[in-house]
């Protein structure tokens, strides 16, 4: 309890430290992922369901869009994926005791702040959207998760 007799609490805009490290280690990955990881997420009171891959991947397939590269994507694409490539680097050398370079422990210290889906479905109440599309989110806004995607069911 504080002076004012209110209990203290705990910080809840900090994102769910475990799903936070389940998407740090996908966006290490340095091969696509195809399927990526079914998960069903609860963000701001909708279900968001679909299949969890890489940061890069996602850039790069956002990039593909529409039969055509986008520049933006493409080098934003190209950027998470040097990143990813330097920190799983920096985790092979760490765990075999070699020394890692600056920029590889930059790339392996940066904090996972976004989650990335592929085939996404996104349910509210009154509505299923079926598009199956690629959704990019903040770790701190998804309230609960759970493995597997979520189908709903309409009466």
């Known amino acids: 309890m504080d002076l004012n007799g209110t209990a203290d609490r705990i910080d809840w805009a900090e994102p769910d430290s475990v799903l936070g490290t389940y998407v740090a280690q996908m966006d290490r990955l340095t091969e696509p992922v195809n399927p990526g990881v079914p998960l069903s997420l609860s963000v701001h009171g909708l279900l ?6 890489p940061q890069w991947q996602w850039f790069a397939e956002v990039s593909e869009l529409n039969d055509h590269e986008d520049a933006f994507y493409v080098g934003t694409a190209e950027h998470v994926k040097e990143q990813s490539d ?19 422990h930059t790339a392996l210290m940066t904090p996972t702040r976004y989650i990335h889906l592929r085939n996404t479905h996104i349910h509210t109440p009154a509505h299923h959207n079926d598009a199956g599309s690629l959704w990019r989110g ?18």
């Open 86 to 104: 330097l920190a799983h680097e920096a985790v092979k050398l760490r765990d075999t005791g070699g020394e890692i370079t600056h920029r590889q």
């Open 138 to 155: 903040r770790l701190a806004d998804i309230s609960g998760w759970t493995p597997g995607t979520t189908l709903l069911i309409e009466d």
């Open 48 to 53: 968001v369901s679909g299949e969890l891959i």
